[in-house]
């Protein structure tokens, strides 16, 4: 049996200009956090000849045309199975389309345990090339490339998605101090709402695809504020970095309808009077994860919760997707 872990991430800055109608025109910046938050990928041999799946739903094929999980029937397909047999599970710390980059992170750690599973090798980077050609490429979701290779090379780092599609990685030099300060500070409470990334993202890039002005703008300015957050950090003012977000947040909101609602803004409202310095929704917006940066952390926590939303505590991975059994 193999099993692989993939971590999630939370985006610090830059989010939404990774997405390719974006960056091959103007070149995107993000910076990304992995979280010790997985999803895990099992893979191994069954006694039967077939594919097994179980992930929300349990499948049973004689050939990989036949999978429905459109992620891994692409995957597979990779592998040439002449006689598949097969069995993969997954699960999850957190589920699905809670802004926290879950498919990235599944696709990453599919492709790893399987390349393991079949003795092969895959670098971070190559992992995190195949997982973004499969989900943009092959499936044509409207997603960016952030979730994919925060996922695969894990920690504090900063990408710079290219106008040719070549992606720069670096590891955020950022001191230990900051670390354990943004551990000890940022805060994340769950909406208990879910959404889809490709149904708030396909308005971006409609409207970018187009040159849509004003969403040509609000872009650059958020490029702008991920090189100002990286400048932050790497000074270690992180209550800048705090003010930064809620900057974000603001600019962030004026991209689509969609991106809030009443209660989160009901909410965000609340943790900012609550010892909150800034936040954001995690991911593509509409519900999932807020992230705060808080000045008062246990204040922030106790009104928060008051009102019903879980603190989910984390600290970053440094390892990103790799094989742990």
Same mark, same amino acid.
């Given at each position: 049996?193999? $099993? %692989? ?28 956090? @992995? ?12 006694? /039967?000849?077939?594919? /097994? ?28 199975? *002449? ?12 589920? %699905? ?6 498919? &990235? *992170?599944?696709?990453? @750690? ?17 992992? @995190?090339?195949?997982?973004? =050609?499969?989900?943009? #490429? ?5 997603? &960016?490339?952030?979730?994919?290779? $925060? ?11 290219? =106008? ?8 955020? *030099?950022?001191? !230990? ?28 890039? #409609? =409207? *970018? ?12 300015? !958020? ?8 400048? %932050? ?7 800048? /970095?705090?003010? $930064? ?37 995690? &991911? ?7 992230? /705060? ?5 246990? =204040? ?19 390892? &990103? ?5």
């Amino acid at each position: 049996m193999i $099993i %692989a872990r993939s971590p999630l991430r939370v985006s610090l800055g830059g989010g939404g200009t990774d997405v390719p109608s974006y960056y091959e025109k103007y070149e995107g910046y993000v910076i990304s956090g @992995a979280i010790d938050k997985y999803v895990y990928v099992t893979v191994t041999r069954p006694f /039967f000849q077939g594919i /097994f799946l179980k992930y929300s739903e349990i499948e049973k094929s004689k050939e990989v045309s036949e999978v429905r999980h459109p992620i891994i029937r692409e995957v597979l397909s990779k592998l040439n199975l *002449s006689t598949p047999q097969i069995e993969i599970t997954t699960l999850t710390d957190i589920p %699905a389309g809670t802004g926290l980059g879950s498919s &990235g *992170s599944f696709t990453t @750690a599919l492709i790893k345990s399987l390349y393991v599973h079949y003795k092969k090798h895959i670098s971070p980077k190559d992992l @995190a090339e195949l997982a973004c =050609k499969i989900e943009i #490429d092959e499936l044509k979701e409207p997603i &960016g490339k952030q979730d994919q290779y $925060i996922a695969a090379f894990g920690g504090i780092t900063e990408f710079i998605f290219h =106008k040719d599609g070549s992606v720069t990685s670096n590891p955020l *030099s950022i001191t !230990t101090k900051t670390i354990h300060n943004l551990e000890d500070n940022l805060v994340l409470f769950f909406t208990g709402t879910t959404r889809s990334a490709s149904s708030i993202l396909k308005d971006q890039v #409609d =409207k *970018s695809n187009l040159y849509d002005q004003k969403m040509l703008e609000n872009l650059h300015h !958020t490029k702008e504020l991920g090189l100002r957050s990286k400048n %932050a950090l790497v000074n270690g003012e992180v209550y800048k /970095f705090g003010e $930064i977000m809620h900057e974000h947040w603001e600019h962030k909101k004026s991209r689509s309808t969609g991106m809030s609602n009443s209660f989160i803004d009901k909410v965000y409202n609340l943790a900012l009077k609550s010892g909150a310095v800034g936040g954001k929704l995690v &991911g593509a917006g509409g519900g999932g994860f807020l992230l /705060f940066y808080a000045n008062d952390k246990e =204040k922030l926590c106790s009104e928060i919760t008051k009102i019903g939303l879980e603190e989910v505590r984390f600290k970053f991975d440094f390892e &990103g997707t790799k094989v742990i059994l």
